[in-house]
């Protein structure tokens, strides 16, 4: 596949343990036209015949997700979503600990990039968004260091 479509890496081991399913749509996106070209290659297509039935059900799912256009929009989609989630998820994880006003600003931040790029389907995300900030990172001590 390497050879094929001339990717590096796929898929990273991602030191932001919380991040990797992210990471590795983001990379799967990113490198779209390699995959869509590497199974149209004839190389692809030997090593289909080599393949037992079973093994060809699998191949056969995994082309029909590269081509389908749904699998692409959703993806795009989960990576705009998360993709600011993810900067504000590796302030808090890194060693260099942020400051907890930088992490509230770059939060409320994310939040409009996030509803500037979904649209009307914002609220759905602002709710878990806000689920889990409350739960864990909205304390009085926390919001104290804000101002």
């Not at 190389?43 to 590269?66: H, P, Q, S, T």
């Not at 993806?75 to 998820?89: D, H, N, R």
């Not at 939040?111 to 389907?121: A, L, Q």
């Amino acid at each position: 596949m390497r050879t094929e479509a001339q990717i590096r890496e796929l898929v990273r081991p991602a030191i932001t343990r919380f991040a990797t399913n992210f990471l590795a749509l983001d990379s799967i996106l990113k490198h779209q036209a390699d995959l869509k070209r590497m199974t149209n290659t004839r190389g692809w297509a030997e090593n289909y015949m080599k393949l037992n039935r079973k093994d060809r059900k699998k191949a056969n799912i995994v082309v029909g997700l590269i081509d389908s256009q749904t699998y692409w929009k959703d993806i795009a989609g989960v990576t705009t979503i998360f993709g600011p989630l993810v900067k504000v998820l590796r302030m808090v994880d890194s060693d260099n600990k942020a400051e907890m006003a930088h992490l509230y600003e770059a939060m409320d931040r994310d939040k409009f990039m996030i509803k500037k790029n979904v649209g009307k389907g914002y609220k759905k995300c602002w709710t878990m968004i806000d689920k889990r900030w409350n739960n864990q990172l909205h304390q009085d001590i926390h919001a104290a260091g804000y101002f």
